[in-house]
């Protein structure tokens, strides 16, 4: 049997940040075909600040963990510093992951970077409305 870690267990039986921005700065959808998990990531930004982040997310124990450590690791950060987000840093924040669940943080990274895109293309460069 693959362990996890006791923060990995905290996070997906009690996830941080779940639900929607109603007025969100930009929204982010990923999904893994490997294994059908979905994601999708609100984010709210009042300057250049990632002020709020929640989440809407179908997916394993694993893909939960992930993505509620991401929005702990992505609030109150700078829009640079939460666009460099990675892997890396979610595993981490989690004490490790099994190697075969390791793509449950990419999810988390890849869903932050795409809902602060869309912030970009709305506001930055108005080409949404």
Do not use: W
């Amino acid at each position: 049997m693959h362990e996890y870690s006791d923060k990995v267990i905290r996070h997906f039986k009690n996830p941080k940040n779940v639900g929607t921005i109603e007025d969100a700065s930009g929204v982010g959808e990923i999904g893994d075909p490997t294994c059908g998990d979905f994601l999708r990531v609100f984010i709210k930004v009042e300057g250049d600040v990632v002020i709020d982040v929640k989440y809407q997310i179908r997916g394993c124990p694993a893909a939960i963990s992930c993505a509620s450590a991401m929005t702990e690791l992505a609030i109150g950060k700078g829009l640079d510093d939460a666009m460099m987000l990675t892997e890396d840093d979610i595993v981490t924040a989690l004490d490790g992951l099994p190697e075969f669940k390791l793509h449950c943080s990419a999810l988390g990274a890849a869903g932050l970077q795409k809902a602060i895109i869309d912030y970009f293309e709305r506001y930055v460069h108005g080409k949404k409305t």
